[in-house]
């Protein structure tokens, strides 16, 4: 099940810089989509959401951006810091007011943000 | 800041037994998942809860799994006779009612292992 891929295992950059982590989907239906940070031996952190209503949300030093004619969405961190290092999931879900409803994941994204 | 918390963190147990992981969820939410992460792999959905019932479960949650929220505080998932394959570590999570449903916030996790 590949519904939500991203591609890229790790990435490395240097602090201050711009860290870019990409992800893709293949199930139109979805319409609504997180980003989440994990350290080692703690859960999944919230950071961002989107909508597919909106090309764009931005909090603080994250951006994500959705291209739903491309299914493809992307969080921007700038500036990355030391502290960003941590592995990056991409989750989908469909929209629906006062229901429960699963993630679906991708694979993660290990970010070294080097000092 | 409300969290969700989850115990106990790391749980071995023999092949056939019984186990029970526990989730307390944050205060005001009325939603809960389990999902589960195997070494390696995505995290999966396994199941959501909300009004005393199961809302979606997915194919992994069999008849070995169950779920309760035995009282005002606490969620529970239930494994009745566990296999080597059910050693994961095992997230909760809990998201608030109406429009931000979708944004889920984990526990922990507890780190079964199976022998």
């Known amino acids: 099940d590949q519904q939500v891929k991203q591609n890229s295992p790790s990435l490395s950059v240097q602090e201050g810089r711009i860290s870019i982590l990409n992800c893709d989907y293949t199930?139109?239906?979805?319409?609504?989509f997180l980003w989440y940070k994990k350290y080692p031996a703690e859960g999944p952190t919230f950071l961002i959401s989107?909508?597919?209503?909106?090309d764009k949300n931005e909090d603080g030093r994250f951006t994500v951006f959705l291209n739903k004619s491309a299914k493809h969405l992307s969080l921007h961190i700038v500036p990355s810091q030391p502290g960003d290092s941590a592995v990056y999931f991409c989750?989908?879900?469909?929209?629906?007011?006062?229901?429960?409803?699963?993630?679906?994941f991708g694979s993660g994204t290990q970010l070294t943000v080097l000092p | 800041e409300p969290e969700v918390t989850q115990t106990p963190s790391h749980q071995v147990t023999q092949m056939g037994q019984e186990v029970i992981l526990r989730c307390v969820p944050i205060?005001?939410?009325?939603?809960f998942y389990w999902y589960r992460q195997i070494l390696g792999q995505k995290v999966e959905f396994l199941v959501s809860?909300?009004?005393?019932?199961?809302?979606?479960k997915s194919e992994i949650f069999d008849d070995q799994f169950s779920v309760e929220r035995p009282d005002g505080s606490n969620f529970t998932l239930k494994i009745r006779s566990t296999k080597l394959e059910d050693s994961a570590m095992y997230f909760c999570?809990?998201?608030?009612?109406?429009?931000?449903?979708?944004?889920?916030?984990f526990g922990p996790g507890t780190r079964l292992l199976v022998l």
């Open positions: 999570a809990s998201s608030e009612g109406g429009l931000l449903a979708e944004t889920q916030y």
């Open positions: 199930n139109s239906m979805f319409d609504y």
């Open positions: 989107i909508s597919s209503i909106k």
């Open positions: 989750a989908a879900t469909l929209f629906s007011s006062g229901s429960a409803r699963q993630l679906t």
């Open positions: 205060s005001n939410h009325l939603y």
């Open positions: 809860f909300y009004n005393n019932e199961i809302s979606e």
